[in-house]
């Protein structure tokens, strides 16, 4: 298991892209790349596991967004003909226009862009304070 120093210099890094990339499809990649690394990370098994998620509420509930973008993220770069339901859908579709360069304030991916930059700042305030006092027990 990775040192608790180790994770969060790895999280500030993924916070950092994704403050300093201007709004544009790749932006939304690191979108993907940052909840890619929470989701991978067991440290955070805490907050997000069924069985172990006795922190849940600390993460806001909208943070279900950041994960459509992240599966519309994959679901973008590797199509399928399957049904994969209406919010996948409606990612795919958004997601697409913007990495077409469509950028109209009607994608609601696209007008809440800065409201994401902001979500994506206020769980890794979060995940970062977990780290910092996890680290202080050792």
Sequence with gaps: MKSAAKTKAALDQKLKKISETPASFNFYVC????????ESTRSFDVFFSP??????????????????IH???KDVKSPTSSDVGHDRYVAIRELSLI??????????????RESFRKLASDIHR??????????RKK
């Design 71 to 73: 599966q519309g993220i």
């Design 31 to 38: 979108l993907h790349d940052f909840v890619e690394h929470i």
């Design 126 to 135: 979060t995940l970062s304070a977990y780290l910092s006092e996890s680290g």
């Design 99 to 112: 990495r077409k360069q469509d950028l109209s304030e009607n994608n609601s991916f696209w007008r809440n």
């Design 51 to 68: 069985t172990k998620g006795r922190r849940a509420a600390e993460i806001p509930k909208k943070y279900a967004v950041l994960k459509q």
